[in-house]
């Protein structure tokens, strides 16, 4: 099934307007995906997007550069998918300022809790960023009444400190966003990406 339209039949009926929305333009069988990467955000740019068939899209770059420093070879983002690995962003329309419109989070939260409906032989969520932490945890509690993780910067600490969260069977990731230049600034951001992918691919073995 190809998610970009998927996901703007999912807009549409929720009142969102597709076309302002950058969604993952991909072919994907849905048993075949283990694993759903949710960066935090879409770039500004739309030049930028992983699933942009732009040359070399900043996005796709950075995640290539994590899986490889992960020891996990990926060339496209077929390869990423050939893996069992869908990758997505939580919000599908950049943010306007530092933080994320509560009403957007709102809006969009359908998108996203219908791309992990797709996915019945998931096994991992990496919650890349705050954003992502919190709408995974919004899904959840609606679902189950309980946080798929603790919240922030409180369920990055119990994760490196080795606790393990499930939601539904499923293993929980809190780390930090995949892309832009906070991983240049600071470095301890991509270490630990890189270590949660390596946790990840012996998850999914």
Request: glycine share 4%.
């Amino acid at each position: 099934m190809n998610m970009k339209s998927y996901l703007s039949e999912i807009a549409v009926n929720n009142g969102l307007d597709p076309k302002i929305m950058q969604f993952p333009d991909c072919e994907v069988d849905p048993v075949k995906i283990k694993v759903v990467m949710i960066n935090e955000v879409v770039p500004k740019n739309r030049d930028d997007w992983f699933y942009n068939d732009t040359p070399d899209p900043e996005n796709r770059r950075t995640a290539f550069g994590l899986f490889a420093r992960a020891d996990v070879s990926v060339k496209s983002m077929r390869d990423i998918l050939d893996l069992g690995i869908y990758i997505t962003a939580a919000l599908k329309t950049p943010k306007e300022s530092s933080t994320a419109d509560p009403e957007v989070i709102k809006a969009q939260l359908p998108l996203l809790e219908a791309e992990l409906a797709l996915f019945a032989n998931l096994k991992v969520i990496m919650l890349m960023g705050d954003v992502a932490i919190k709408m995974v945890n919004m899904i959840a509690k609606a679902k189950t009444k309980k946080n798929a993780c603790q919240s922030g910067a409180e369920g990055r600490r119990q994760h490196w400190n080795n606790t393990e969260f499930y939601w539904s069977g499923v293993r929980i990731f809190p780390s930090y966003i995949m892309t832009g230049k906070n991983l240049l600034i600071e470095p301890f951001k991509r270490d630990t990406i890189i270590n949660d992918i390596r946790r990840m691919m012996e998850v999914i073995k």
